[in-house]
RNA sequence: GGCGCUAUCGUCUAGGGGUUAGGACGUGAGAUUCUCAAUCUUAAAACCCGGGUUCGAUUCCCGGUAGCGCUACCA
């Protein structure tokens, strides 16, 4: 790691706070993402805050299901924290603030000022005979026990411009005079986000805030936080660069509530979606390496990653009710499953094996593996993909798909005429089989001499076979599977189809 | 309502004062193969609208429209 004195620019320190009130969302999982990349491209420190000041909403459960979907994405991050240990940090900087009268104690009940604001017109700025309250008045109510919120004392009248350069969308910039005077502690003494997570990026030195776009307006909020904080001037502001959103294709945010699991990570993952894959397809929302390719490593992007190269507009995560997963998404799982070694898939593979009741050696599938690799999009696909070389007893199948079709004119299908051709075909694999080695030349070279014998084309020779051995007309290639299968099980397969092919004929 | 942000194929995006507006996914057609898949070729498919500025705007500016976000004692 370099020496940040070394230069003059020091390594940032970014933050992903993501609140536990659910599962892990795709939105934080890619917010999350585009910190680390941050962090890691720069060689800078990745710090994970959980912001749990919400009481009421958080929960244990939570936590641990954001721990589990960060972990496996594959991501690390170098320091931890939890916003609600700091509690006391929070509530001193709370008096701070109050004690320079940057703020004052607005004592409307909650449910009452709810009411207010709603039923007001115009938007609602502050609660001026709270504002305006004298200090005595308010110090006797606060010490007769009367709850009260404290609330930021934004500067009004004065034509106060308060600005940012945004390392996405540039240069911002309000009249505070637009700001309404927002909470910083609750009346039950609990610090509001803006409070605790300002408070927190200050103490702990963020350099740089990478977040939403949701939050680009309580930017100007948080400005105003930074100058109340710290001994004289506040404290510099860190760095704030925000991300377009995560939409739905009825262009919406992306929410649990209206979206569903599609929104949650592990969605992807009991998928059988690739981390690196998922990963890879976040990285593309949003953000473009320029170079027109798509299918990237975690390296190569975290090599290619800069602000620059982050759009402004949101993206529509393209799912639908038949399909929940974005079509991209789905593709570029296929590619990841691809250039994957064919060890580390087949270890992938094994956990999707053994939860669908397949209870099979490493080894074989090991060995199935490299047949169904080219064959499946997502991790999932592998167990119907690849079943009937588990099966003991093949399911029933329509004994019809063992006689092949004429192609181009499946109506004018001797149907009698053909049955009796495919016999023939199982017969003769019958017969040449016990005396063929079992690997993929032997093979090849057996059934093709086999199929000349026949007067047949390798199509209508295979079909048969195929269906025979697999139970179905789709199905990797034919040497390879019998060799996977098995002299025994494949010849017992064929005198089976043999069996159902009489009984139709 | 107020304030802010955004606008290129169906979707993700590149581009940028003069281009045949590029790529990818998906979709259609074809090739190849023992089926499927993969692969290859190919087709259809976009600059929100209106004004400016300019010799020339999709690109720059303004307005409109639309979408999204914030407007909580949620984060």
Redesign the pocket.
């Known amino acids: 790691m370099p020496d940040p004195n070394s230069s003059g620019t020091p390594t940032p320190r970014v933050r992903f ?3 536990p ?1 659910g599962f892990l969302h795709v939105g934080s999982a890619r917010t999350f993402t585009f910190n680390w990349l941050y962090a890691r491209h720069n060689h800078g420190t990745m710090v994970l805050r959980l ?4 009481l ?3 929960t244990e459960a939570s936590v641990q299901s954001i721990f589990e979907g960060l972990r496996w994405l594959g991501l690390d991050w170098d320091e931890e924290y939890k ?1 609600s240990e700091r509690l006391a940090l929070h509530r001193k900087q709370a008096e701070a603030i109050f004690a320079k009268g940057l703020a004052y104690r ?9 009411e207010e ?2 039923s007001s ?5 502050s609660n001026p005979g709270m504002r305006e309250l004298p200090r005595e008045d308010s110090d006797r109510r606060a010490a007769s026990g009367e ?3 404290l ?1 930021f004392r934004v500067p009004r009248g004065e034509g106060r411009i308060l600005q940012f350069v945004d390392g996405v ?7 505070a005079d ?1 700001v ?1 005077d ?2 910083l ?4 003494g ?5 409070l ?2 300002c408070v927190d990026d200050a103490d702990l030195r963020i350099s740089h805030i990478i977040r ?7 930017t100007f ?1 948080h400005l105003l936080i930074f100058e109340a904080l710290g001994e004289g001037v506040g404290v510099a502001p860190p760095h704030f660069a ?1 991300l ?2 995560l ?1 739905a ?5 992306l ?1 649990k509530r209206k979206h569903g699991p599609v929104v949650s990570v592990t969605t992807y993952r009991d998928a059988g979606f690739l981390p690196q894959a998922f990963v890879n397809f976040l990285c ?5 390496p ?6 990237l490593s975690l390296d190569e992007i975290r090599d290619l990653f800069t602000l620059e ?10 799912f639908t009710d038949d399909d929940p997963f ?7 799982n ?2 990841h499953i ?1 250039a994957l070694p064919v060890e580390e898939l087949s270890r992938d593979l094994q956990p999707f094996f053994e939860q669908a009741g397949f209870h099979v050696s490493p080894e074989k599938v090991a060995a199935v593996t490299p047949l169904i690799r ?4 997502l991790l999932r696909d592998a167990v119907p993909a690849a079943d009937f070389f588990f099966l003991d007893k093949l399911a029933p199948y329509d004994p019809a798909e063992l006689i092949p079709l004429k192609k181009g004119d499946p109506k004018k299908q001797d149907l009698t005429g053909d049955a009796a051709l495919a016999l023939r075909v199982l017969q003769t694999a019958l017969e040449v089989l016990p005396a063929t080695t079992f690997d ?1 030349d032997s093979l ?1 070279k057996a059934l093709r001499e086999a199929a000349v014998s026949l007067g047949l ?3 209508p ?3 048969p076979i ?1 269906v025979a051995v ?1 139970g179905r ?9 019998m060799v996977v299968l098995g002299r025994e099980v494949c010849l017992e397969r064929i005198r089976e189809a043999e069996k159902n092919l009489q009984s139709l004929a």
Not at 290 to 295: L, Q, T, V
Not at 326 to 332: Q, T
Not at 374 to 377: G, L, S, V
């Open positions: 706070a993501p609140s009130t912001d749990d000041t919400d009421e909403r958080n916003q607005d004592f409307t009940p909650a449910h009452a000022a709810d604001h709603s017109q115009g938007a609602w700025l709850p009260f919120a609330r969308y540039g240069a911002q910039q309000k009249l637009e309404e927002f909470a502690l609750r009346s039950d609990m610090p509001t986000y803006h605790a997570s939403g776009q949701d939050h680009l307006t309580n909020k925000h377009p959103l939409v294709p009825d262009g919406t945010k929410s593309l929302l949003g953000w473009s320029k170079n027109d390719r798509e299918f190269g982050v759009n402004r507009a949101n993206a529509v995560v393209n974005d079509a991209k998404a789905v593709w570029l296929a590619e691809r080219e064959r499946i999009k993929h090849d084309k390798a199509g020779m295979f079909q195929r697999c007309k789709n199905a990797p290639p034919l040497f390879e599977t």
